[in-house]
């Protein structure tokens, strides 16, 4: 297992929209365990492959909290096909836009489908934060961020923040 890099916004990497598996063979298996292993260590509950630079509709999510049992689901293909009329708000991070929040309302439960692992076609029903991660996850296959859902105000003011500590970062490695 390696750990890779996750790219940080604003990138033109984080906008473009994924290309479909195939199917899930064994580099598509590497890259999930790859990014699993990503997220539990930055620590997140959720990554998408364009956010360590791979243009595919790969996804890995885990919401069970430290010192829980790990959950992890690792879903090539992810698709929406129903959500509930009832929306939610959640407090939403992203690791792409470390260190800013913000409320964003989604549909509250959904119906997801997708290739597992082992290539199966499969089928969940999702809710709470469970939905909103994986729906945060499947916009990033999109090239949507969650700051694409908040005000323009909010948006623009963290993608200024981010420009900034960018420049700063690129000064201080001269
Ligand atoms: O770690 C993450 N936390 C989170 C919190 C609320 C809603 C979505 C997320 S996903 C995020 C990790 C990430 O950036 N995934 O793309
Ligand atoms: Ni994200």
Partial sequence: MARLPIIVAPDPRLKRKCAAVEAVDETVRTLMDDMLETMYAAPGIG????????????????????????????????????????????????????????????????TIRYLDENNERREVEVEGMLATCIQHEIDHLDGILFVDRISRLKRDMIIKKLVKAKRAEARASD
Avoid: F, K
């Fill in 47 to 110: 990554l998408a492959a364009p956010q360590v630079g791979i243009a595919s509709r790969v996804i890995v999510v885990d919401i069970a909290r430290e010192g829980e049992e790990r959950s992890p689901y690792r879903m090539a293909n992810p698709e929406v096909v129903h959500v509930s009329e009832e929306l939610a708000s959640y407090e939403e991070g992203c690791l792409s836009l470390p260190e800013h929040y913000s409320e964003v309302t989604r549909p509250s439960e959904a």
